[in-house]
């Protein structure tokens, strides 16, 4: 029996070999990443400030953004965008939109409104890259604004 008193010492010592490597990982960590994200976190936080008040500004319009995405042929497709105010009726309104996919080097396309009718838009789409794809989206009328981000995918 005095034989078998090693073990329990065993498990404690484990705990604590793990303990001290474990606290010398964190270390590590905390010395090569402090933490901090941006070099000015306080002018990122005012610019934050900005976005959020266009967030409210967006919401009291009160305006809906319907989008439908259609492929018409490889790389290409058809994004109707409807927008509807807060009292139901079609808004009309100047669209500009942009595709965006993030690559090694990042592919920009601007995409133009082919035809609007009240309320509704069709852009055409065709695109130099198969995948998927971030459809930014403003809509102006005057001073009011909406922005979005549709996600659409196209393949070869």
Same mark, same amino acid.
């Not at 690559?103 to 065709?126: C, D, H, N, Y």
């Given at each position: @029996?005095?034989?078998?008193r090693w073990i329990p010492f065993a498990f404690v010592g484990f705990f ?46 009160? &305006? ?6 259609? +492929? ?23 669209? *500009?939109?942009?595709?965006?996919? @993030? ?5 920009? *396309? ?22 998927? &794809?971030?459809?930014?989206l403003t809509v102006n009328r005057g001073a009011d604004h909406v922005a ?6 196209? &393949? +070869?």
């Amino acid at each position: @029996m005095k034989r078998d008193r090693w073990i329990p010492f065993a498990f404690v010592g484990f705990f604590l070999l793990l303990f001290s490597v474990q606290g010398v990982f964190v270390s590590i960590a905390v010395k090569t990443f402090p933490g901090l994200v941006t070099d000015k976190p306080y002018a990122t936080g005012v610019g934050y400030n900005a976005v959020l008040k266009e967030q409210a500004a967006e919401a009291a319009l009160g &305006w809906q953004v319907q989008t439908r995405f259609e +492929p018409t042929g490889p790389l290409a497709g058809r994004l109707t965008l409807q927008v509807i105010d807060a009292n139901g009726q079609p808004v009309e309104a100047h669209i *500009v939109a942009q595709a965006e996919r @993030m690559t090694k080097f990042p592919q920009i *396309v601007e995409l133009a409104t082919e035809t609007t009718s009240r309320g509704e838009a069709v852009l055409p789409v065709k695109l130099p890259l198969a995948g998927r &794809w971030f459809v930014r989206l403003t809509v102006n009328r005057g001073a009011d604004h909406v922005a979005r981000i549709v996600e659409i995918e196209v &393949w +070869p």
